[in-house]
């Protein structure tokens, strides 16, 4: 089993930037990638940011050049830089990792609200 523990999140003014994080712990050796996905009010879970640990990135299009999904390489930990919020990006962003198997793995969601 894979535990994620997010942290970061809150409410912040259009324009403004936040960073999440989250730390896996457990059999991290079953990851694969690791990420974020976020879910707005009434709307499906999507998909924010990717990272395969062998390399490679995955952006959706809304937050292309907006936002950085970076890891920190000594341990299984990743971080969403996100800039130039807009109310758009008001959700539940949701640690996620999945294993090479396709074994879906979720943290706790974290709000992350942008508001004036």
């Known amino acids: 089993q894979v535990q994620l523990v997010p942290s970061g999140g809150g409410l912040v003014q259009p324009g403004g930037s936040l960073r999440l994080s989250c730390a896996a712990s457990g059999s991290v050796f079953n990851i694969a990638a690791m990420g974020w996905y976020r879910q707005a009010p009434g709307k499906q879970r999507e998909l924010v940011a990717t990272m395969q640990m062998a390399g490679g990135t995955n952006y959706a299009d809304s937050v292309k050049g907006r936002f950085t999904i970076s890891r920190d390489n000594a341990e299984y930990r990743v971080f969403l830089q996100m800039n130039g919020l807009n109310s758009e990006d008001t959700a539940v962003y949701y640690c996620?990792?999945?294993?090479?198997?396709?074994?879906?793995?979720w943290g706790k969601g974290t709000l992350v609200t942008v508001a004036s």
């Open positions: 996620h990792a999945r294993s090479p198997y396709g074994i879906d793995f």
